[in-house]
């Protein structure tokens, strides 16, 4: 390789999970004798308020700004969270490395582990992804469905913030009662094993930051992606129950990054260190349907793919926005095929009625005035 040893530089966004994320391509590059640099750019996605969230698949508002870097050649490449990338891009462009992908799952993080059926009747759950909240309210319309921005640990502290609150005011005032009747001959007897001041000093450094955190909305529950989750390194802090994926098709891509350069010589040597095969193989196949579809993030839709011998297995379910409608399919295409396979399970998904719920949501979204 040419340029081992050389240093490159890469554009990444400036979250805590974004800068993880980097970090497993930047390990993986150095252990091939690159010199790797991280490139911080707040794009125009990190700017954007909750009421702009739905225009977040029509401008790429994650991805543009990072792979902008790349075409002024300020950069020599740039990270993404492959659901983040739209699925046309310049043409100047390549998707120069694909590595292992992590869990494709979503999950549902409560304060005590509860799964999705028993919350109450009516829990308010956060997401403002527009696919979970059309399988979120498909298979449980009584639930209220709230929107919910931030990075990962921002979204946790808004859940566990009401009731961590709760806990400490009680505890407060037990301990007020328990130095009242302290010396008094009496039956009361303290309901902790540990006094305020030692269960705050056990709590985690989140669970610390969400005491502090003023309350907007009382969450049930929030859905997360594993693998953002399990990146941030805040999957053993939190309780959670991974959601059936027959039910909660994943976002295509989810769980996978993807480095984005010019074609060149350096392109080259990237996709020989990084590229996973299977993976690309994989996200190709759900890339290439949503692609056909027009979806892009304007529609609900969940798209996986797996490969299961000489064929990739692919699961897709298109939503209506409230979840009240829904085309599904499943189908298996060959490997060495699996472009043309692609493209002909979006054909005959659009053909089942899925063109007419995603030609709907863009008209909801506004997305077909641009």
Not at 113 to 127: F, H, N, Q, S
Request: a negative charge.
């Amino acid at each position: 390789m040419s340029n081992r040893g050389k240093e490159i530089t890469l554009a990444t966004r400036g979250s805590d999970l974004a800068i993880r994320q980097s970090g497993e391509v930047t390990a993986a590059l150095e252990d091939r004798r690159f010199s790797v640099e991280l490139v911080e750019v707040e794009t125009t996605g990190d700017q954007l308020d909750d009421a702009l969230i739905t225009e977040l698949g029509k401008t790429g508002a994650f991805v543009r700004d990072l792979d902008r870097k790349v075409l002024d050649e300020e950069v020599d490449g740039a990270i993404h969270s492959m659901k983040d990338m739209p699925t046309e891009h310049p043409s100047e462009l390549i998707v120069a490395g694909v590595p292992e992908r992590a869990s494709a799952n979503d999950v549902l993080v409560t304060p005590d582990g509860k799964p999705i059926d028993a919350l109450r009747e009516g829990a308010v759950v956060g997401t403002s992804s527009l696919r979970r909240k059309a399988q979120l309210l498909n298979h449980r319309p009584d639930l209220t469905v709230e929107p919910l921005r931030g990075n990962v640990d921002t979204r946790i502290e808004k859940l566990l913030a009401p009731v961590l609150q709760a806990e400490h005011e009680e505890r407060t005032e037990e301990e007020k009662e328990r130095k009242a009747h302290s010396g008094k001959k009496d039956s009361y007897e303290f309901p902790y094993d540990k006094r305020v001041e030692e269960w705050f000093d056990d709590l985690s450094e989140i669970k610390r930051r969400a005491l502090e955190r003023e309350v907007e909305t009382e969450y049930d529950a929030i859905v997360l992606a594993e693998a953002g989750l399990q990146r941030s390194g805040l999957a053993h802090q939190v309780e959670y129950d991974r959601l059936p994926q027959s039910q909660f098709v994943p976002a295509p891509g989810q769980g996978a990054l993807a480095v984005t350069t010019l074609d060149n010589e350096l392109s080259q040597d990237i996709n020989t260190v990084l590229d996973h095969p299977r993976t690309r193989v994989e996200t190709t196949v759900e890339r290439t349907i949503l692609r056909e579809l027009n979806g892009g993030c304007i529609a609900p839709i969940g798209v996986h793919a797996i490969i299961q011998g000489e064929n990739v297995h692919v699961e897709v379910q298109v939503f209506s926005q409230d979840g009240s409608e829904t085309v599904s399919m499943k189908r298996d295409v060959p490997i060495q095929t699996h472009v043309t396979g692609a493209k002909k399970v979006a054909a005959e998904l659009a053909d089942k009625g899925a063109r007419d719920l995603i030609a709907e949501a863009r008209k909801e979204t506004g997305a077909d005035a641009e």
